[in-house]
């Protein structure tokens, strides 16, 4: 479909809201109409707004006049009209479809900062009004936004103007799911690099740790996630959890994650290097409970595999355990996935993390053309996932959406009370510095004292990582830099 602007920029969100509804169709921006393809037309002329859609041999068409009189808040002209103009477009294309998109005009990743934003500035009355009747989100998602800003806000509030978090990047896995778009690191080749990969590793962590020293920063939480980090041997495990220890004072720290998300990469000895770090949190990650599902999605274990993980997990004496699913995979059902979340309940992790399916370009389920779960049995699953959780005891805490997810749902975790991914919050809402550390990372600088966010990227592939490990080193001089500019 070609997408072409009049007199506006507002080409990106027009164009992420039609993915939404049409997320098969590829998109090109153009600067004129080709008649012999499908396209829309946005044309802004003063206060009119013209829309023209072509699909399929039909042609739609919607005009509208606003006025400036009419913007909520303190919006600008031209997010007045932009806004105006993805209702418009919103309204369209459900007639066409039939779908009600539940987040309405929303593409963003994070809707719970918006809430949190808006009821700061404006109250929760207005902010939730906003939500329902000028972003056309639902009732339902609308209440799911506010009880993710109430929760996230204490956890928020807790970060300090010095404090920082540390993620480690362990981007190996023992096979490469249908929905993972990490195709170098799950081959034997790149298997191959792990132990070079470990040792710049431990050495990227401690030449970081000088760095934090420098700056004064205090660390809060760590998460050493993948990738699938317990792909390493124990002695590797070990060694890397020692570079932390040896390089980072861990005394104040409020959690510390590992991801141990592949029951078929765990074993007992892991666990105990593990319990014997400073580890306060593990995550054991099923997806599915459902073993033609786990079949159908590449995943060479069993749900009865993970259940003795978990286990053998609680029997090493880890009392804080999240476990992640996934809503929208191949072949599952609402029952099948209905028994998945009743099996997870009734395991009484502390944290269970429920993903929307998202359609990666380079996944093997968009290159081989593989059948799908369709957004409005992706939205049925995650109805079932905010009843039965809710009624278990489990509050959502940390919310984001993916681009490409089925429907523009959404990602939540949940969480007994007191038992919170406090790393998840840090990263997402974006409230302080994240060093990160190995391939793929991404560092992410936060100003002290004001929302002025950079980043600083390593290198994405471990065997591009280990080859330009001198340019990495390089690059976080300017850490030193940022907080010369943005004192604590």
Known sequence: MQLINRNNSFHYEMENLIRVFLPEIKIIRQDEVSEDEDYCLFSLDGSRIDIKLSLEGKIYEVSESFLLADKVFSESDDSFFERKMAVMLFDLLGDITGYAPPWGILTGVRPAKLMTKLREKQGEEKAVDYFINELKVSEDK?????????NETPIIEGSKPDSFSLYVSVPFCPTRCSYCSFISHSNESAKKLIPAYVEKLCEEIKITGEIAREQNLTLESVYIGGGTPTVLTAEQLKRVTDEIADNFDLSGICEYTIEAGRPDSITEEKFLVMKNSACTRISINPQTFSDSVLKEIGRNHTSEETLSAFTLAREKGFGNINMDLIAGLPTDTLESFSDTLDTAISLKPENITVHTLALKRSSTIVTEGKRTNSALLTKEMLSLVQKKLTSAGYEPYYMYRQSKSLGNLENVGWAKKGFEGIYNVYMMEECHTILSVGAGAVIKLKAPHGSEI????????????????????????????FYTKFPI
């Open 142 to 150: 609308t209440a799911l936004a506010l009880m993710v800003s109430k």
């Open 454 to 481: 950079e980043r600083i990227y390593n290198y994405k592939y471990p065997y591009e990582y280990i080859g330009n490990f001198e340019e990495i080193i390089s690059r976080k001089k300017y850490i030193g830099e």
